[in-house]
């Protein structure tokens, strides 16, 4: 059974950082493609970044280009989105998720994705 939780979501004031983590379990986590989504009240949830398993490329929506990183540790089996000058629009509530298959495509279509997690809130104040 595959597993995903995330974690480290919180309240910030704008311009201010935080970090979250994808933790993995059940699968080879090392073979795929992890993306994030986020899903704000009233929206459709939608694509933040997407990272390769080696870690070497990613992919970003426009929104958040300059101020989000993915990246991931594979020995620890945790992908993580590290998000800078944050602002109230980020408020949302963040997803990873990861395909059904190995591939090395990024991907952005929430559709190609099968495992999520349970998500996590992230609060901007102004």
């Known amino acids: 059974q595959v597993q995903m939780v995330e974690s480290g979501g919180g309240l910030v004031q704008a311009g201010g950082s935080l970090r979250l983590s994808c933790a993995h379990s059940?699968?080879?986590?090392?073979?795929?493609?992890v993306g994030w989504f986020r899903q704000a009240p009233g929206k459709e949830r939608e694509f933040v970044a997407a990272?390769?398993?080696?870690?070497?490329?990613?992919s970003y929506a426009d929104s958040v280009k300059g101020r989000f990183t993915v990246f991931r540790d594979n020995a620890k089996n945790t992908v993580y989105l590290e998000m800078n000058s944050l602002k109230p629009e980020d408020t949302a509530v963040y997803y990873c998720?990861?395909?059904?298959?190995?591939?090395?495509?990024?991907?952005?279509?929430?559709?190609?994705?099968?495992?999520w997690g349970q998500g996590t809130q992230v609060t901007v104040s102004s």
């Open positions: 998720a990861a395909p059904a298959d190995n591939s090395a495509r990024l991907r952005a279509v929430r559709e190609e994705y099968y495992y």
């Open positions: 990272v390769t398993w080696s870690g070497s490329l990613t």
């Open positions: 059940g699968r080879t986590f090392t073979r795929y493609v």
